[in-house]
């Protein structure tokens, strides 16, 4: 299997425009999740989804943020306008049942000008 | 609400040192607790999950343990080498069906 696949793997844009980032999970995987990356904070968990559901978005920093997983091997988060403070690494990982060991993608790193 | 700490934040050792990593957890009630490896610029690769139910997890060089009534994990490394240079994560799950929440790492360097 090639992993959990993220696109774009960078991503320059000015502030206002509008983001996406793209995630394909391994195959099988049934749970999804959205983190932030950035020196300050850290890694911190942006939303969760289990069998394409939302369970978790307490992460979603503001209703500028969206995210969505319309079937088993697809997901995006969408930033709307963006702004400078959204610059960061933005990395997708999956899981079996959300128990079992969870796998990372390479990371979308995000510059907003 | 859980927190992860991990100390140090960097720690600096001399090629052939056996070293150990901590990571502590504010709430003992866990489902499971996964360590990952970071290289600059790279996504996380996990290491070794260790379920609550064990006290350790061992593969080549490295030994995870886990003390859940103290809120404690260790990551042993032995005889490190300079390609384990990088930044080690320590994350919980509290629950099944939970996210992993993380700390924020120790960055490792290993000198020749």
């Known amino acids: 299997d090639a992993g959990v696949i993220q696109s774009p793997r960078h991503e320059v844009t000015e502030m206002g425009q509008e983001v996406t980032l793209r995630c394909k999970p391994i195959?099988?995987?049934?749970?999804l999740f959205w983190y932030r990356q950035t020196m300050m904070r850290g890694l911190e968990l942006l939303i969760y989804f289990n069998n394409n559901v939302p369970i978790d978005d307490s992460g979603m920093p503001e209703d500028r943020f969206s995210a969505k997983m319309p079937n088993a091997s697809f997901s995006t988060l969408k930033i709307q306008p963006s702004e400078p403070r959204d610059s960061a690494v933005y990395f997708c990982?999956?899981?079996?049942?959300?128990?079992?060991?969870?796998?990372f993608g390479q990371g979308t790193r995000l510059t907003v000008v | 609400k859980q927190e992860v700490t991990q100390i140090p934040a960097a720690l600096s050792v001399p090629e052939g040192e056996n070293l150990v990593l901590n990571c502590s957890f504010t709430d003992s009630a866990i489902y499971n607790l996964q360590w990952f490896r970071q290289d600059p610029g790279k996504g996380l690769t996990s290491l070794l999950l260790i379920q609550s139910s064990q006290r350790e997890q061992t593969s080549g060089r490295l030994n995870a343990s886990l003390d859940k009534s103290s809120g404690r994990s260790t990551l042993y490394i032995a005889a490190s080498q300079p390609g384990d240079s990088a930044t080690y994560l320590c994350?919980?799950?509290?629950?099944?069906?939970?996210?992993?929440?993380f700390g924020k790492g120790t960055t490792l360097s290993v000198s020749s």
């Open positions: 195959s099988g995987h049934n749970s």
């Open positions: 990982a999956s899981s079996l049942g959300g128990v079992l060991e969870a796998f």
């Open positions: 994350a919980v799950r509290n629950q099944a069906g939970t996210a992993l929440i």
